[in-house]
């Protein structure tokens, strides 16, 4: 069998998997429009989107996956709870590493479901297990609800708590923002040399993309951060301990518990956590032995804010992750005009199965 016949073989038994579990197969356009989507997905999918113009429609991209687009379609419908499967091409541009495919083949499952949302975060997670059963594969977990909680519950500015948020999907920026709000490393150079000029704006010349009045904006920020007082560095501290963790879960549950003693504003997110733990050890995972990350960090989709998770393969070190998902609620609310339905969903690589299994 050549390899093309064997990916859309194995997706079409992960389809059937899926659809097993009461899943509705749907199909989307390829040519999704890029201006409304493409911010949706953050910084480095909108680098990496192959983008063109068309002269009725404005910008259109080739689709970088299928969840923006399944949860646009489902939301103009009104019926939850729904399960979708699909599969198909995804485009995404590869700039470091020529080996990795641009165009690749994802089979999906996401769940709409706002009455049991630990329970079908646990059976996304177990559904995906049972599809690669077998597979030398590890899952690792992740949950950006307990640090955008964290995040939110500083005593600190609301332009500095949004700029952890942002960076929340990129560990090392995140950490150095930190050890910045915390007063432990200095504002760069540049940056102090900028503002203790009077008018900054007074020898410049506007040469780039923003406009003057952009720069000044900037700048007011700038400026109104530099007065901003440290954050607390007991504060500092715990989010350090929040982002370092990396444990197995239930290992992991015992230090949140500690953390939430002093800072309560995780706390719903821990018992949420702690729920979840329970959901997924009913749908029969061994979560003793599941491995969570305090910063996932591994995902390049920056709609995730809940339960995140990826399988990789445990014997080809450079393989990209076989499945990923997660939790995308504030998405479904951005594309819903009004209404929000909390919703999980994940995605197969089947070509990436079908190499493992060669190898088993
Ligand atoms: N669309 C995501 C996977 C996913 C599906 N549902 C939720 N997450 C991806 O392409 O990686």
Redesign the pocket.
């Known amino acids: 069998m050549t390899g093309l016949r064997q990916t859309n073989e194995e997706a079409r038994r992960i389809r059937a998997l899926f659809e097993a579990q009461g899943a509705q197969l749907v199909e989307t356009d390829i040519l999704q429009p890029a201006e409304t989507l493409l911010d949706l997905y953050g910084e480095d999918i909108r680098g990496r989107a192959y983008v063109t113009t068309d002269g009725v429609r404005g910008e259109m991209m080739l689709r970088p996956?299928?969840?923006v687009p399944v949860v646009q379609w489902h939301m103009e419908s009104n019926a939850d709870p729904a399960r979708y499967t699909y599969s198909g091409k995804?485009f995404r541009m590869q700039e470091e590493d020529l080996s990795r495919p641009n165009e690749y083949v994802?089979v999906?499952y996401?769940v709409f479901d706002g009455k049991a949302p630990v329970q079908a975060d646990a059976e996304v997670f177990a559904i995906i297990a049972k599809a690669l059963d077998g597979l030398p594969v590890r899952a690792a977990t992740g949950d950006y609800g307990i640090l955008t909680a964290a995040v939110r519950g500083l005593d600190t500015s609301d332009a500095r708590k949004a700029a952890l948020l942002r960076h929340i999907w990129r560990p090392r920026r995140f950490r150095a923002l930190l050890e910045r709000f915390g007063g432990k490393s200095d504002v760069p150079a540049t940056r102090a040399a900028l503002l203790a000029k009077a008018d900054p704006m007074a020898d410049a010349q506007v040469v780039g993309l923003r406009s003057a009045k952009e720069v000044e904006e900037r700048i007011a920020a700038l400026r109104e951060d530099a007065q901003t007082a440290p954050i607390d560095s007991e504060q500092i501290a715990m989010l350090e301990e929040l982002v370092s963790l990396r444990e197995t879960c239930p290992n992991v549950l015992g230090n949140l518990r500690d953390i939430a003693v002093d800072m309560p504003s995780i706390s719903k997110a821990v018992t949420r956590f702690s729920q979840r733990l329970d959901a997924l050890s009913e749908a029969g995972i061994d979560v003793d032995a599941l491995e969570f990350e305090g910063n996932f960090g591994r995902t390049s989709?920056e709609y995730y804010d809940g339960f995140v998770f990826g399988f990789y393969s445990e014997t080809r070190a450079g393989m990209p992750a076989v499945a990923?998902?997660?939790r995308?609620d504030a998405l479904t609310r951005v594309l819903g005009r009004g209404r929000e339905v909390p919703a999980?969903?994940?995605?197969i690589r089947p070509e990436l199965v079908v190499a493992l299994r060669g190898q088993a």
């Open positions: 996956d299928f969840t995804v994802q999906g996401e989709l990923t998902g997660g995308y999980v969903g994940a995605v």
